[in-house]
């Protein structure tokens, strides 16, 4: 079992940043691949960034250029440098840890983003 925990969440202005942070309780340099998700109101569930154990990322069309994600294992911590934040990108942000056979979810954190 690993639990995640996020945190960073809150409010921003339109063009500002944010950094997301996602606390393993074990090493991440084990997952097969570690990404974060977002879930707006009204909303499914999106893929925003992954991150692969061999240090390839993926990012959704709509923040490529903005999001970056990145991991430190030594801190088994993954996060999400969020700039140039939009709006759109108001939503709950979960970290996610695919394990190859078991799949972890964090609590989620809350980031809004004013006009």
Excluded: H
């Excluded at 909303?43 to 990322?57: C, P, Y």
């Excluded at 250029?65 to 440098?81: E, H, P």
Aim: hydrophobic share 35%.
């Amino acid at each position: 079992q690993v639990q995640l925990v996020e945190s960073g969440g809150g409010l921003a202005q339109a063009g500002g940043s944010l950094r997301l942070s996602c606390a393993a309780s074990k090493s991440i340099s084990s997952m097969r691949a570690m990404a974060w998700y977002r879930q707006a109101p009204g909303k499914q569930r999106e893929l925003v960034a992954i991150l692969n154990r061999f240090g390839s990322t993926n990012y959704a069309d709509t923040v490529k250029g903005r999001f970056t994600i990145s991991r430190d294992n030594a801190k088994n911590t993954v996060y999400l440098q969020m700039n140039s934040l939009k709006p759109e990108d108001t939503a709950v942000y979960y970290c996610n840890a695919d394990g190859g056979g078991d799949t972890y979810w964090g609590q989620g954190t809350q980031v809004t983003v004013s006009s």
